[in-house]
């Protein structure tokens, strides 16, 4: 079903911590924002107060049962993610939703079978496909910049903080695991928009320095079936934030680091081979402005509905995201969430 709309969506956000706050700012100045939705009341209200004539509400199904509310953003804790999706999906909402979207690859399936029934667009919150050096590198990848792809590096992490393991993402119950499913999703999703699909996943999930039942380091090799490697590492010991993301073909090379903040100033560098070899032809771009990744997928967003189109990253790529995240979790032991949409 193609449900295309020529009208500016109407939102709702439910779930008003950091990540709400963030979603609310990414819709702009004058916010087209219904309702705000959060357990917590005065989380909802003090959201509220940033979009005139919002109302804010804990209780998700006066959201739902409202029909001017055109789309919904999910940004919840991961155990909330699907069962409130689905429910946005039944109810005819487009939904973007929070990565990793769910506990368990089963209940994307889950969502996915309703929203074929209904229309519905999902979208998946892997903000940083639209982080500038990110979309830079894509805009070079695309045009043939690096030649034939070989492989593909990449490593993401920072280092907790007094208590983190104490915290909901300790509690596989609330979140689902640990770091791979937290950090880790976002490095899977990166190296698939690249290089595809991964028939062949190999790698382990470990606990080795915080007191949780959840892994704070996983170790990927994820490989596809013309046999190009994504190499894959995420961590919360990493002590000082890290995130670099290489890409090698038989051209050239990009790498990228940095997000930003805390994980310093973000930089691509393309370094092209010469036919005499040695130290390549070397071109390196710096985006210090700040993060508008936010805005840009929430745009990103509102077209998927506007043009009826199938959102990429949709549900298509969380499945197959959280497919990666199972099979790592079975090969190290983890107790894989059971849980149902």
């Known amino acids: 079903m193609n449900r295309a709309s020529s009208e500016q969506p109407l939102f709702a956000v439910i779930g008003c911590g950091l990540i709400g706050r963030k979603r609310i700012a990414a819709l702009g100045k004058s916010p087209r924002l219904l309702y705000t939705c959060d357990l917590d009341p005065s989380r909802a209200a003090d959201l509220a107060k940033l979009a005139p004539g919002c109302n804010a509400v804990t209780d998700q199904q006066v959201v739902l049962a409202d029909p001017r509310v055109t789309a919904v953003i999910v940004s919840t804790l991961n155990a909330s993610l699907a069962p409130i999706t689905l429910a946005a999906v039944r109810a005819g909402k487009h939904v973007l939703v929070e990565k990793p979207g769910a506990l368990n690859s089963a209940q994307l399936r889950a969502v996915r079978d309703a929203a074929q029934k209904t229309g519905a667009r999902v979208r998946l919150g892997y903000n940083h496909r639209f982080h500038p050096a990110l979309q830079k590198a894509r805009e070079l990848f695309d045009s043939g910049a690096l030649g034939p792809l070989m492989f593909l ?189």
């Not at 999703?189 to 790698?203: T, Y």
């Not at 560098?269 to 993060?291: I, Q």
């Open 153 to 341: 590096r990449a490593r993401y992490g920072h280092g907790g903080r007094k208590g983190y393991d104490r915290e909901w993402r300790s509690d596989v119950a609330l979140s689902g695991g640990g770091e791979l499913i937290d950090q880790g999703v976002h490095l899977i999703d990166l190296a698939g928009w690249f290089l595809g699909d991964f028939p062949v996943v190999e790698g382990h999930a470990s606990t080795l320095y915080w007191d949780m039942k959840v892994d704070d380091n996983a170790f990927l090799s994820l490989r596809t079936a013309a046999g190009q490697t994504a190499w894959l590492h995420a961590s919360c010991t990493e002590w000082k934030n890290l995130f670099s993301f290489e890409i090698y073909g038989r051209d050239a090379k990009l790498a990228i680091d940095g997000l930003g903040g805390s994980y310093g100033v973000e930089r691509l560098t393309y370094y092209k081979m010469l036919p005499e070899m040695g130290p390549p032809e070397t071109t390196a771009w710096e985006f210090p402005r700040g993060d508008e990744s936010w805005a840009i997928e929430t745009r990103e967003f509102t077209e998927d509905i506007r043009l009826g189109r199938e959102p990429k990253p949709g549900l298509t790529e969380g499945i197959r995201t959280l497919e990666i995240v199972e099979k790592i979790y079975r090969q190290s032991g983890y107790p894989a969430s059971t849980a149902s949409a």
